[in-house]
């Protein structure tokens, strides 16, 4: 038995000297514990774009009707889900950008900070002008152990959006820090300032009079006039046109593509007009790109009376088809992942003074959205028989004259813009009397299971049933008890 | 009395001891026969614990001479239970040894050591290499179904690599794939499944394999599965699942030198295949005509696309034009079995040759073995070359024993087929949307003139490819390496006292390639992928051992073992993708890395772990009637390691007992002659074992993303860590019995077991909005309780004739007994979407749910009628609920086994009836054929609508040109009608139920009582219609109640038809035997799953998710013959 006691204690040291690499064994080799702010800046951004893109195709412009589904047609039919992956989608781009103002605070490079608080307004305001309540102010804490998070209401978190994108604007005019890895603005601090006045213009107007002082609010920001000013201030990720950064439609199967057409809705008013981003927007039916291109609408929603007798593919610039007419045949640039347009700034400043919040000419911003749009567009006049710009605002019949008419062009401007046209119809909706009798460019989807009501709400995910059931409850209760796409938040009460 | 009598033969052996110890030697004598009175020859005869002995003469008798100290020998014969006599003063024996090879059948344990089974107080089932190898599989997993109570195996049809899923007693763990450990010849070696990430729309994708597969059923001499944690606890923390003991074959027993040729060819036919209608063809609306391929409804309404067969009726006079008709109107023919001719008969083809010798102190053996495998879907193969060797040698008097073992195996495929939802590599995806008129035959040319290698040509340009593309260029290759070699010294200190060392390694390496063609759909430019997998592991044993003095004859024997393991893993993966090609064409070499549009994204990932540990074993037996094991692990786990804290820190250490009892009631029992008893034990056991957690669980990381232009992306890592994490636990405890009546001819063995796993280490899910998907932590347990019931019986025993049979049946049931707090709804999505990328949809979910069993499928259900149960319908169409429901969950009621087993002369005949009773399977397949139009529904237990019923239909007018000018409606359809009672909304409240302050439905009962009447087109018009609405909202098939089935079913899993070739006759050829056989492997499957079969399962991200099934590719029937000859 003597031998076996010095063989175990052989044994017992082996095991323990060998305990001592495992330290070692255990340091992750694939994924680094620390990483600076300009690796994490591309990835919010990036992802921010391109859940923009998939929410415009998918949901934002069939609601607003700009283009129609011609399949899988819940949206256009107003039978809407949770569609959780913008959800998903929304909050994990925070999480980066939550990890950026760390890094930022950490390192004290305020200008840094600023750019995170304008990713995370501009997520924060994603989410909750569509679901209504959400998680924010105990949103992503899961490294502090917080996993069911609080939902905080649309009203406070709106109040909170504004006071932190004033402050974001102060913290990049600083001049205190820098930004590096900056795909949408190239690190100009300057530009991103532009972004957060412009969006705060934007906040405004969804709140409209539910907020205090929003004229005196949305005066002030116009007055600095540190807003965007042209094309060049887009918040627009311009994509490499490589996978995977090229513009996220590209992969997809054509069958999917075309599954989106242009809209019945967005084509009659275009076609009225002969407005010339109708070659943008859509591919022509008869491929003719300088002539007389033919185009179809296909109306929105399903069942009888709605057939779609044909409907013109998406423009050139959101899809390569193998046998098709490429966008770089005609000189143009594939889109752009948009978060915000100048076109909207100049209407909101046009919708501004109309509401008797900042003084000015309507016109004048209506005229200059227009311009701003067809410029970004790089449209083509010719086939449309304008000389110029001038030519097609006096003569087209687009001239200005009731502030009904910021709202359609508005509308047709903000094709592509994430979610946004589909915010803006919803509020018009609303100003109308929760009514489509009041948008003259528009009336309920076709064959709808709604009873004619747009609908006002994403539903939650079903994540957040399973797995922040307390707070979920408690927010359906604050919608009248049911996760129901006709419940109101406070920002269409 | 026997017992008097025993204990008064003791006391007489002590006192003649003493007396007797005088002398020094004495000469015993005696005669060896069987039951039936015939004396054997070369019956071993040895003095117990030693080699030294005699063997029997021709006349069965023996003569020894031995030290007169010694008490007992021990007669041994093959194939008859070993017996021991104890020496009395008389010096002739006459011993029978029963033909029982159960009763005292020698079995492996933990640490390779050998035991009789009965002295076991856990549960090991043994098979023998007739029991795997005579009908052989490529997958050995599989092999093994229906042969071992409690171990329950799911096969699939994912191709010639398919995973086999086995479970032994249930699923103890929620991370993780509760598989078994493998260990080959002492040492462990990997059965991970190497599955990286999921295709579209997940669930299963291409199907690689688990690590096992690769053992060779002839080289196999036996398995050993050990259940349960008593069983297994000294493997440590990685068997916490059980144990799959494999020894492979030695020169051993070999008599001088020897050849074997095992040779098997084996043909594969489609088992089951959907219920395809062939009534109606492509189209939508009961309309289609071909225009160029790219319109699903369009301005003429040609619903070419339409992806679907809703269209016109086939087979009805009218002209159509068709994809391949130049633009003319011919006749619209049904196809009827176009898919079924896609495929071809597979073979199998497994040719072995062995060679043995042995001399008095070596023994070696070596042998190859060629396994190539053409599978039914064209171009998909699987060859593999097995190189095993094992080398004995006994040294220094034979105090020394040194054994090596050797195995290479090289397998490698052109192409794995893939069974996912997966357009750009799946035909099982193409067949959901196949037009029913067209045959495959037609589509054999897969380029389009003049453009090959660019544009692929097909029925419609939107949605899905050309199935002989996907066969023949999007093919999915592998080539793998695996040295699996181990080595043992064995070294008698003293007599009693020996010192073990082993070392084994098991080294894979693996490469694989995905092609996909330029103008695949969703891959329009095409794409290169190669992945690099290699893992080692090596393990270092040492193991003392000291036994006690069996010759005093001594009524108490122990036995002491203790020894440490040292294991070690690396495994290393490199991906490397090129998403896009730059140069296209038919050539080899535009498949490559470097021929890319853009950068090729390269993802890499390391892992190092290793497990050190001490164990001990104690076993103690009293007079061969009762047996006492008492086991002790420590293991120190480097993946329980807090880099951030370090080693002092850490709780790494953790240690787990086992204690088990074996009592042979038998031998206390007055058992006379004619008792029917024969056999009685008591067993019970209690044990504990740890488990650790994946590498790499401490701190939150940032992964790595591809770059973004010449920016480097990355972003915080989803799961979030837990500084906390600490080992799982197990605790089990089972008792059994085993029972033989009638000179053993019957048996029955039954177990009960009952085993908590808590802490469990758990990827919990989190809601996104914390700013992550997951958390690595602790919590939650399951219990398994089960019962396990062998049964044979020896119905015949005639020395001509004979039949056994033997029934495996297994019950267990895995409840989820808590969740960790944090999850308040009570339920831990495992898999939270199954079917990841249905745009909109509500995911269906594989669900952990306190105080249910483990493993429950949620989605939707249909709102129902309070009282009746019937469906609520809306305007002809049933109506979906908001919230999600469990259809039940995936694990069977019962599984069992029946083996029937005939010898005749030189004849033999087995067969093999395995199945399940209950358990639940969701048929993605059967949710997409039947909205697709596809298949007929007739064999839908859970909808009696066809859907051949009530549909609409045109015939497509033409001018002269050929032109579409529009449709004549033959024939409105009366639509159709669903059972279920219909929704009225009386007081225009817009529901019909109102909710009370708890939040409990009260229905409007007379808005939902009338039976509805209202009739719906099945299908097909803008994509709405009964079907679609019946699996979900639309598009989105995430109702689990419709397409969800009791999973009952059972197939003829093995046949075999033996003939050994008479001696005289094989002697004057030269050999020494030769048999030959015809062999069947699953001919018969009885099931009312419809569309599929539900031997079957998902993976997702390298995990097995049972009870879902998703374009499963047919499953498959075996046929063959084989050869099997000594030289």
New interface residues.
């Given amino acids: 038995m003597k031998i076996s006691k010095y063989i175990i204690a052989l044994l017992a040291l082996f095991a323990l000297i060998g305990c001592e690499e495992f330290e070692e064994f255990n340091e992750n080799p694939n994924e680094p514990t620390e990483v600076s702010a300009d690796v994490l800046l591309p990835s919010t951004i990036r992802q921010s774009a391109n859940t923009s893109v998939d929410a415009a195709f998918l949901v934002g412009n069939n609601a607003a009707q700009l283009s129609a589904k011609t399949l899988r047609l819940e949206v256009d039919a107003y039978n809407w889900n949770a569609f959780p992956t913008y959800w998903e989608g929304w909050y994990e781009s925070l999480t980066d950008a939550h990890s950026v103002e760390a890094i930022a605070l950490e390192n004290e490079n305020k200008v840094l900070e600023g750019v995170a608080l304008v990713m995370q307004a501009y997520l924060y305001s994603s989410l909750t002008n569509a679901y209504g309540d959400i998680p924010y102010s105990q949103a992503i804490k899961g490294d502090e152990d917080n996993f069911t998070p609080e939902y905080d209401s649309q009203s406070e978190i709106y109040a909170n959006l504004l006071v932190e994108l004033d402050s974001a604007d102060q913290l990049l005019a600083s001049g205190n820090g820098s930004i590096a890895g900056d795909i949408l603005y190239n690190n100009d601090p300057a530009q991103w300032q532009k972004f957060a006045n412009s969006l705060r213009l934007r906040l405004l107007m969804y709140a409209g009079d539910r907020i205090e002082n929003v004229a005196q609010r949305f005066s002030e920001i116009v007055n600095e006039g540190n807003i965007m000013q042209g094309n060049a201030d887009n918040a627009a990720l311009t994509y490499t046109g490589a996978f995977p950064n090229e513009f996220p439609l590209i992969p997809l199967k054509q069958g999917d593509f075309d599954a989106v057409a242009l809209g019945k809705a967005a084509f009659d008013v275009m076609d009225s007009y002969q407005d010339p981003r109708l070659l943008r927007y859509a591919r022509p039916n008869n491929e003719d790109f300088t002539d007389n291109p033919e185009f179809i609408g296909a109306i929105n929603g399903q069942g009888t009376g709605c057939s779609k007798d044909g409907a013109s593919r998406l423009g050139v610039q959101y899809y390569n088809y193998p046998d098709l007419t490429p966008a770089s045949n005609l000189g143009l640039p594939m889109a752009e992942g948009l978060m915000m347009t100048h076109a909207e700034v100049e209407f909101l400043l046009a919708e501004g003074i109309a509401k008797g919040w900042i003084s000015g000419n309507i016109e004048e911003h209506y005229r200059a959205g227009i311009q701003s749009s067809m410029e970004y567009y790089m449209v083509d006049l010719g086939p449309f028989g304008w000389n110029d710009f001038d030519d097609f605002y006096s003569n087209s019949g687009v001239a200005y004259s009731e502030v009904k008419d910021i709202w359609e062009q508005k509308w047709l401007a903000l094709f592509f813009t994430g979610l946004e046209p589909y915010f803006e119809v919803r509020r018009w909706y609303v100003e109308s009397g929760k009514s489509f009798s009041g948008i003259p460019f528009l009336e309920a989807s076709c064959g709808n299971t709604n009873d004619d009501n747009l609908p006002l709400r994403f539903l939650y995910p079903g994540e957040e049933q399973s797995l922040n059931e307390a707070n979920y409850q408690e927010a359906i209760s604050r919608l009248g008890g049911s996760n129901d796409q006709n419940a109101e938040m406070w920002l269409v009460q | 009395m026997r017992l008097s009598l025993r204990s008064s033969f003791v006391t007489i052996l002590f006192a003649a001891m003493s007396i007797i110890a005088l002398a020094q030697e004495k000469t015993i004598t005696g005669l060896v026969l069987d039951e039936d009175g015939f004396e054997l020859i070369g019956a071993n005869v040895i003095i117990p614990g030693t080699t030294e002995g005699t063997s029997t003469d021709f006349d069965g008798k023996f003569e020894i001479t031995i030290p007169a100290d010694v008490s007992a020998l021990e007669i041994s014969y093959i194939g008859y239970s070993t017996k021991t006599i104890e020496l009395t003063d008389d010096t002739y024996y006459e011993v029978t040894l029963g033909s029982s090879v159960d009763l005292d059948e020698v079995v492996i344990t933990a640490l390779g050591v050998e035991r009789e089974e009965k002295a076991l107080g856990y549960s090991v089932q043994k098979l023998n290499n007739e029991d795997i190898a005579t009908v052989k599989e490529s997958n050995i997993v599989n092999s093994l179904a229906g042969k071992v109570a409690g171990v329950y195996i799911n096969g699939s049809s994912a191709g010639p690599t398919a995973s086999a899923n086995i479970n032994i007693r249930g699923a103890a763990s929620l991370l993780g794939n509760n598989q078994p450990l493998f260990v080959v010849n002492g040492l462990p070696i990997t059965n991970d499944l190497y599955s990286f990430d999921d295709g579209l729309n997940g669930s299963t994708t291409i199907d690689f394999g688990n690590a096992a597969q690769i053992i060779n059923a002839d080289d196999v001499q036996s398995i050993n599965v050990l259940k349960g944690p008593a069983a297994s606890a000294l493997y440590g923390s990685r068997a916490a699942d059980g144990v799959i003991l494999v020894e492979t074959k030695t020169g051993k027993n070999a008599k001088g030198m020897g050849i074997e040729v095992n040779s098997t060819t084996n043909f594969s036919t489609i088992l089951k295949m959907p219920d395809y209608q062939n009534e109606y063809g492509f189209g939508g609306g009961g309309k289609y005509s071909y225009f160029d391929g ?1 319109n ?5 309404e040609y619903y070419e ?1 339409y ?1 679907e067969n809703w269209g016109p009726r086939l087979d009805n006079g009218t002209d159509v034009v068709q994809f391949n008709s130049d633009g003319e109107p011919v006749p619209y023919t049904s196809s009827e079995d176009n898919i079924r001719d896609f495929y071809r008969t597979g073979i199998t083809s497994i040719n072995n040759i062995s060679f043995n010798n042995a001399t008095e102190s070596s023994d070696f053996r070596l042998s190859y073995t060629r396994l190539d495998r053409e599978d039914i879907i064209p171009n998909t193969d699987l060859s593999r070359n097995t190189f095993q060797t094992s080398i004995g040698k006994r040294l220094m008097n034979d105090k020394l024993s040194i054994r090596a073992n050797a195995m290479y195996i090289n397998s490698s495929s052109g192409n794995i087929p893939n069974s996912g939802y997966d ?1 750009s590599s799946s035909i099982q995806y193409g067949w959901l949307w196949y037009p029913r008129q067209v045959h495959t035959d037609e589509l054999k040319n897969y380029w389009e003139p003049g453009q090959e290698g660019v ?1 692929q040509r097909y029925v419609e ?3 899905v490819n050309n199935p002989w593309l996907i066969a023949n260029e999007n093919t999915n290759s592998f080539s793998s390496n695996r040295l699996i070699g181990n080595m043992r010294l064995e070294y008698e ?1 003293m007599p009693r ?1 020996s ?1 073990r060392f082993r070392y084994g390694a098991d080294v894979l390496d693996e490469q694989r390639a995905f092609r996909r063609a330029p ?1 695949t ?5 095409g794409s290169y992928r190669e992945d690099e997998i290699s893992f080692t592991e090596t393990n270092a044993e ?1 193991l ?1 051992s ?1 036994s006690s003095d069996r010759l005093t004859g001594n009524a108490f024997q122990y036995d ?1 073992k ?3 393991n ?1 294991m070690r893993q690396n495994a290393n993966t490199l991906i490397a993708n090129n ?2 090609l730059k140069f296209f064409g038919t050539d080899e070499s535009i498949y490559t890395l470097t021929n890319a ?3 090729v ?1 390269v993802e ?7 497990i ?3 164990f001990g074993m104690f076993t103690f037996s009293y007079r061969n009637f009762i047996y006492l094991d008492a086991s002790v692990r420590n293991d ?1 786990n ?6 951030a804290v ?2 002092d820190g850490s709780d ?1 250490s953790f240690l787990y007992p086992s204690v088990s009892m074996s009592l042979i009631a038998s031998e206390l029992m007055d058992l006379s002659a004619d008792s029917p008893l024969s056999f009685l034990k008591f067993k019970a056991n209690y044990a504990e074992v740890g488990n650790g957690a994946p ?2 669980a ?9 770059s ?2 010449g ?8 799961t ?1 860590a837990d500084p906390n994490l600490t080992n799982e636990l197990t605790q089990a405890y089972e008792f059994g019995v085993d029972a033989r009546l009638w000179n053993d001819r019957f048996r029955i063995d039954a177990t009960y077991y009952n085993m908590l796993s808590s802490d469990q280490v758990i990827q919990l ?9 997951f ?1 690595l932590t602790n919590g939650g347990s399951i219990r398994n309780t089960g019962v396990e019931v062998l049964l044979s019986a020896g119905i015949v025993r005639n020395p001509n004739f004979s039949w056994d049979v033997t029934l495996n049946l297994g019950h267990n049931r895995a409840v989820v007994e808590s969740l960790p707090d ?4 009570g ?1 831990y ?1 495992i898999i ?1 979407d199954v079917f990841p990328g249905d ?5 269906l979910e594989f669900v952990a749910e306190e105080g249910e069993l483990f493993g429950q499928l949620y989605g939707l259900g249909f709102e129902r009628h309070p009282e009746t149960g019937e469906i609520i319908h809306q305007d002809g169409l049933p109506l979906i609920g ?3 429901v469990s259809a039940g969950s995936y694990q069977p009621d019962l599984r069992l086994g029946l083996l029937n087993a005939f010898n005749w002369k030189n004849f033999n005949f087995r067969f093999l009836i395995d199945g399940q009773i209950g358990g639940k399977i969701y048929s993605r397949s059967h949710a997409l054929y039947a909205t697709g139009g596809a298949i007929t529904n007739n064999d839908d237990p859970n909808l009696p609508i066809s859907t051949l019923d009530g549909r609409q239909h045109y015939a497509p007018q033409y001018d002269d040109d050929g032109n579409l000018t529009g449709y004549d409606l033959l024939d409105a359809g009366g639509g159709v009608t669903g059972p279920g009672v219909q929704w009225e909304d009386l007081n225009g409240d817009g529901t019909f139920y109102t ?1 009370d302050d708890d939040g409990n439905r009260i229905y409007q009962m007379d808005e939902i009582s009338e039976p509805n009447e209202q009739s719906v087109q099945p299908g097909g018009i ?3 219609g009964y079907f679609y609405q019946y699996y979900g ?3 989105n098939r995430d109702n689990i109640e419709a397409a969800t089935y009791d999973a009952t079913w059972f197939k003829l899993r093995e046949v075999s038809i033996g003939y050994n070739l008479p001696k005289s006759f094989v002697e004057k050829t030269g050999l020494q035997s030769a048999r030959i056989s015809l062999v069947g492997r699953n001919l018969l499957l009885v099931s009312d799953v419809p569309t599929i079969d539900p031997e079957t399962f998902s993976i997702r991200n390298g995990r097995f998710v049972p009870g879902f099934e998703s374009t499963q590719i047919f499953s498959q029937r075996t046929f063959g013959f084989s050869l099997s000859l000594g030289i």
């Fill in positions: 790219t699903y409804i369009g301005e003429k696309a992806g357009e544009q340009d939107l949605w200190v006292l010192v103008s759909k969703a891959v329009l430019q040492g003392i000291y002491i203790v020894g440490g040292i998403p896009q549009r853009a950068g994204q890499s990932q390391k892992t190092q772990t290793g050190n540990s001490l120190w480097s993946t329980l390691v807090n880099p370090g080693l790494f590498p790499y401490f701190g939150t990381t940032f992964s790595p993303r591809p973004f232009g920016n480097s992306v990355f972003t915080t890592n989803r979030v899910p989190v809601a996104s909005a914390s700013g992550y998907d958390k944090i999850i308040s709804s339920r999505s939270a745009e909109g949809g509500a995911d908001e919230d999600k909710l803008g994509y709405v909202n639309g598009f």
